[in-house]
């Protein structure tokens, strides 16, 4: 690892120190500024100012190091300086998606054992009747409290305008638990990724890094992306923070979103693929992103050729970034390129080891693909609850990914391991849709796997055997839709459900997923002759 990296390092051992150094050293300059409605701002001083504020409030609760604090907000200025103030203590953030399925989101809340959480007023209610104490990121209103505890809920504007004890200093061990996130890692289950101050430090001192710096001070970087996302959190805001960059958050991507983009100035504009899709050959894209010096997609698959025609149309290269959760997250970029291989996601991040292994674990021929295996500062602590499955005895961790060397030393993605789905980067587990959808009244047999989409790279698509043969199979993939809408994210609902008599099976019993990939494969090069 360079000495720079030591030096950093060495220096800010807790992530909440990064914004008062900033706040000392630009206290007017804007640090968050929301592209919607009355368009708030909050300089660095008054995020620092108001980082200390919330964080009195929390340990004004009672709470200590170690204890895990839930955001689940959209990208807003209250998501930061909650972030922030909980690291500022030594607590845990847990940002968890505002969009998830009510059974998600408390289940997270459960298993991560959270105790205090912040979240949009359309949560108050849900989570005050689990007993969760609630910061809701509005003024309050009587229907959002309960009538039993009106204590349940409090305002973040009150919290912070409360009278909180004198604070410690934040606590310095770069090993102790920073943030707790659902996903990644490409098994068939959602698991908790433990994340630590000295991981988030280093991946973001990893990408300041490289050169040209993709972030810098005089950046305004538009950030679409969601918060409760590794990319956003710690790829984005991390290096945002670490630079003192201006950082616009907008909550959701419309129509709007390209105009905002020239509105407001924005010089950085980290993406998804489906963004990329949305804005591909569409007039006004290069006038639009004149001022824009860094466009990079992360997160999940693109295109080759998707990549080539936004290029073109945009006027500017569209850089590619790899990542997970497990890395926090970035592992390797075009960014240092100027002239990336086609289908490539570059280099690796400075002090970041790759090995490409064999499925006997040695290095994989050169001209051969291999699992993906990491080794860096960066690399998780293990998985929630008990710290296993993090990098092995030699630092080595396996990412499920598999990949190929390019003759100039850049990375291609080949294939996954497992079974993991991609949807505009969300991760979607087939377990959990299956499980969901085995649970629905008439249902004898389910598969869920990935299929390709235009817009979302992949999407979810579920076979379903019914209890009933004859069953209507329009009306029956509504209503197993509808019962999935109700307890899935949108991006987990398949967006087929085909109906059939019977799914085909291995010799052992199990559904064979190969085959229905095969036949989803077939059908979709039908569809192209
Ligand atoms: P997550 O931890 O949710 O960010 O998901 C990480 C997974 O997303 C990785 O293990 C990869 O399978 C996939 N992924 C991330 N970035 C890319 C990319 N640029 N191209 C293709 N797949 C990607």
Redesign the pocket.
């Known amino acids: 690892m360079s000495d720079r990296l030591c030096q950093t390092r060495a220096m800010v051992h807790n992530l909440a120190e990064i914004a008062s150094r900033q706040a000392a050293a630009r206290p007017d300059d804007v640090a968050f500024e929301e592209a919607y409605g009355d368009r708030r701002t909050l300089t660095w001083s008054e995020l620092d100012a108001q980082v200390d504020r919330f964080a009195a409030w929390l340990s004004g609760q009672g709470l200590v190091a170690g204890q895990r604090v839930a955001l689940v907000l959209e990208n807003r200025l209250e998501l930061p300086v909650a972030y922030l103030a909980v690291l500022r203590l030594g607590l845990v953030a847990v940002p968890v998606n505002p969009r998830g399925a009510h059974d998600e989101v408390l289940a997270l809340c459960a298993q991560t054992g959270t105790r205090v959480v912040v979240a949009e007023r359309r949560w108050a209610s849900t989570l005050t009747e689990t007993g969760l104490r609630t910061v809701i990121a509005a003024p309050l209103r009587d229907e959002d409290v309960p009538a039993a505890r009106p204590d349940a809920a409090v305002a973040f504007a009150d919290a912070l305008a409360a009278d909180g004890p004198a604070l410690p200093p934040p606590p310095q061990d770069p090993e102790s638990l920073a943030v707790l996130m659902s996903?990644?890692?490409?098994s068939t289950r959602p698991r908790i990724v433990m994340l630590s101050h000295r991981a988030l430090l280093a991946n973001i001192v990893q990408v300041a890094a490289i050169r040209p710096q993709p972030i810098v001070a005089a950046d305004r970087i538009l950030l679409v992306l969601p918060l409760f996302?590794?990319?956003a959190l710690n790829g984005v805001l991390g290096q945002a923070l670490h630079q003192g960059a201006t950082t616009v958050l907008l909550d959701r991507f419309d129509d709007q979103t390209l105009a905002e983009v020239a509105r407001g100035a924005i010089t950085v504009l980290p993406v998804a693929p489906p963004v990329v899709a949305a804005w591909c050959g569409r007039p006004g894209v290069a006038e639009a992103l004149a001022g824009v010096r860094t466009v990079l997609?992360?997160?999940?698959?693109?295109e080759a050729d998707l990549v080539e025609e936004f290029s073109a149309t945009g006027g500017t290269t569209l850089h590619?970034?790899?990542?997970?959760?497990?890395a926090a997250?970035v592992v390797t970029t075009t960014l240092a390129q100027t002239d990336p291989v086609p289908g490539s996601?570059g280099t690796p991040v400075e002090g970041l080891e790759v090995r490409l292994v064999d499925s006997d674990g040695s290095d994989a021929h050169p001209d051969d693909p291999g699992e993906i295996w990491l080794r860096g500062p960066n690399l998780l602590t293990g998985f929630w609850p008990d710290g296993t499955d993090g990098p092995d005895a030699d630092g080595w961790f396996a990412?499920?990914?598999v990949g190929i060397r390019a003759p100039d030393g850049s990375l291609v993605?080949v294939d996954?391991l497992r079974e993991?789905v991609?949807v505009s980067?969300?991760?979607v587990y087939p377990r959990e849709v299956e499980e969901v959808l085995a649970e629905a009244p008439g249902v004898a047999e389910v598969a869920v796997v990935g299929v390709g989409d235009p817009y979302t790279g992949e999407a979810v698509r579920a076979y379903v055997v019914p209890v009933v043969p004859d069953a209507d199979p329009e009306e029956t993939a509504e209503r197993l839709r509808a019962y999935a809408a109700l307890r899935l994210a949108a991006f987990k609902v398949p967006r087929d459900i085909e109906v059939t008599d019977a799914l085909p099976h291995t010799a052992t019993g199990e559904i064979s997923k190969s085959r229905l990939r095969a036949a989803e494969a077939r059908r979709g090069i039908q569809g192209l002759l």
């Open positions: 996903t990644s890692g490409t996302h590794v990319f997609s992360g997160a999940a698959p693109i590619q970034g790899y990542g997970l959760t497990e997250p996601v990412t499920g990914d993605l996954r993991l991609i980067g969300f991760n």
